[in-house]
Every structure is written in structure tokens, then in C-alpha cells.
């Protein structure tokens, strides 16, 4: 199946016409009749439009239910007001604005087994708010390099709370912040994070793969030298861990 196949796949199940999506993307009809023929692929900044239309992941668009999908490759870095302001201006001209939201995160683990260690997280479960959205979301590290990433909608977090204290998994840590995402080079979505208590933060990653896991990282890596960034500040715990434990 192509990108055209399951675009045309989501959008009947939404009960759009062509029409319906094209006006949702402001592009005409016949763009989306070009994708769903396989005649041309939607650019990236626009897989990030019909996602969120279609309440699915980018990932999902591009590689359907290849493993790939449910892969994160990403890097955090600890920056300055200063360092922020910077890259903010920068972002502004040379890369796509996508969007500007408040997220607020809220983790748990089991009471049986620990996914925080006196390191750092190698696995979490939380709750993410994005706006009316509520999603469950699991992910498991490998190496800090990347890692499987798996994640559902959720209708009601009252009764998940409640299904979570019956499950015997407890709150560690909610997480606030403000995030402005950019798209880079049309291959990286780049996240400015402003987060309460902890301060400044780059994220980097990748949003289309072409090359293996280990050389995509490494091209992050080069990036984020090529952005002026201190890769010795390079976040290997996540946030919920500072939350707890302090920077």
C-alpha cells in the first residue's frame, strides 16, 4: 500500500470526499486525486497537515505498518535563554513554521518494576494533553539512539487514572512546557521547548528516513554541531527525570 492508498484509506474512513480534505489543506481536489493514483507524493510539511486531519502519525502515512513507523530517532539538548532566542530567529527564517502548543505530560510506572533508575528513564508511559487531544503513549530507549514508540488516543483519562491505580501503575511526574515545532531542511521537525522548572531545550528529529538508524542519528548529530550546539549537553535522561531528581 503507498502513502496515496492509505491517505484515500483515512479519509474514507473520516467520511471525507476529496474535496472535503482538499479544503481542510486549502490545496484543490485534484492535488489529493494525484496522491491517491499515485501520480505524485505529498511534500513532508504537508504529510504534517493530513496527519493531524486524519488523526495519525507521519510515520504511519509514509511506511504504512512497517516497523519503521513505530521508530523515534531524536536527540534533546539542554540550551540557553540566549542559545534559544538564537535558534528561534534562525528557525523563523530558514526553516517551516508547523505549529506553537502547550503539552503537559503526565508519567507513570508500575509499582512492581521501576522504568526510572538512578540514571535515567529507559522506558516510560505517559499521558500527553494536546489541546482536546488526550494520548496514551509507550516508548522503549535503545542506546539513547533511538526507540520503539507506540501510541493511541485516548476518550476519557479520568477512567484511564482509574484503570492505572487498579493496574497498580503510579504517577512520578507531570511535565509542562511550550513547544514551537519547526520543519528543517524538510526531513527534521525541530521542537523550541520552553519547560516549567527545568528551562530551555532543542529537540531534534527525524521525520523522514532514508538511511539506516545509526547513520540518521549520526546526520543528527552533524546537524546539531552545524546549529552551533554544545553536544555536551545532550539530554540522556528525558525530562521526567529532572523533574524528580533536579537538573
Known amino acids: 500500500m503507498s502513502i496515496g492508498d492509505r491517505i484515500c484509506k483515512l479519509r474514507k474512513s473520516k ?14 481536489d485534484k492535488a489529493i486525486s494525484s496522491w491517491e493514483q499515485n501520480r505524485t507524493e505529498p511534500s513532508l510539511e504537508m504529510l504534517v497537515k493530513i496527519a493531524e486531519i486524519l488523526d495519525c502519525s507521519i510515520g504511519y502515512l509514509v511506511y504504512g505498518d512497517n516497523p519503521r513507523s513505530d521508530v523515534e530517532t531524536e536527540i534533546k539538548i539542554k540550551i540557553t535563554k540566549d542559545e534559544y532566542d538564537v535558534l528561534s530567529n534562525f528557525m523563523k527564517q530558514n526553516a517551516k513554521f508547523i505549529k506553537e502548543s502547550n503539552q503537559v505530560d503526565t508519567y507513570y510506572q508500575p509499582t512492581y518494576r521501576k522504568f526510572l533508575n538512578d540514571k535515567e528513564i529507559n522506558e516510560w508511559l505517559r499521558i500527553g494533553e494536546r489541546g482536546n487531544k488526550k494520548i496514551l503513549n509507550y516508548k522503549n530507549w535503545h542506546d ?5 514508540e507506540y501510541e493511541v488516543e485516548i476518550d ?10 487498579v493496574l497498580g ?25 520552553f519547560v516549567k522548572t527545568l ?3 532543542i529537540e531534534i528529529e527525524v521525520k523522514k528516513y532514508t538511511k539506516e538508524l545509526i547513520d540518521e542519528y549520526n ?5 546539531a554541531k552545524n546549529l552551533n550546539l554544545n553536544l555536551d549537553n545532550i539530554d540522556k535522561r528525558g525530562y521526567p527525570y529532572h523533574i524528580i531528581y533536579g537538573w
Not at 169 to 176: C, F, R
Not at 219 to 223: A, G, P, R
Open 15 to 28: 467520511g471525507f470526499t476529496q474535496l472535503d480534505l482538499a479544503n481542510k489543506l486549502f490545496i484543490t
Open 144 to 148: 539513547n539512539m533511538y526507540c520503539d
Open 156 to 165: 476519557n483519562k479520568e477512567n484511564l487514572d482509574r484503570i492505572f491505580n
Open 169 to 193: 501503575l503510579e504517577q512520578i511526574a507531570v511535565v509542562d512546557k511550550t513547544r514551537v515545532n519547526y520543519l528543517y531542511l524538510d526531513k527534521y521537525e525541530i521542537s523550541l521547548d
Open 199 to 201: 528551562g530551555y531545550f
Open 219 to 223: 546526520d543528527i548529530l552533524k546537524l
